[in-house]
């Protein structure tokens, strides 16, 4: 995907996520590496924040204070480019799968997810799904003990 930030831009894959970025991104962001995915989903600006330092940091530049320094107003940073960005580098992705692959449709969904929008949605708990294994619609109290 490609994202542009001040104007530069970047070639950014958000399928990898090495465990020392993910460390990072915790530490830096203050939150866990799965919050983070979360919160970029939803638009949080420290999100894409905390995005453009892990590109940074990926392009070799030191990027020590680089989230801080963001927030305090020190580094220029425009939301609004870096997001436009992203969505018309996702549409144009979406739209060369659709051409080279006219079976595909055309809002299908990568099941791995995107850089915003993780992996997908959550496997249900057992205990709270009515078609669990065994409990098909009856009306048993999900605190029963299970053998």
Known sequence: MK???????????GRK?????ALW?????KKNYGQWQI?????SARAFIMLACLIWRREGRNVDT?????IDGKIDFDINEMSRS???SAEAEEKARAEADPTIPGDSS??????TTGTGTLPSSPASSTSARG????????????S
Do not use: N
């Open 3 to 13: 994202v542009t930030i001040d104007g530069q831009v970047y070639e950014y894959d």
């Open 17 to 21: 996520a090495p465990t020392d970025e």
């Open 25 to 29: 991104i915790e530490d830096v962001y």
């Open 39 to 43: 919160d970029m989903a939803e638009g």
């Open 66 to 70: 680089a989230y801080q320094d963001v």
């Open 86 to 88: 992203m969505a018309e």
């Open 110 to 115: 990568d099941p791995a997810g995107s850089p």
């Open 135 to 146: 409990r098909s619609g009856s009306s048993k109290s999900g605190t029963s003990k299970r």
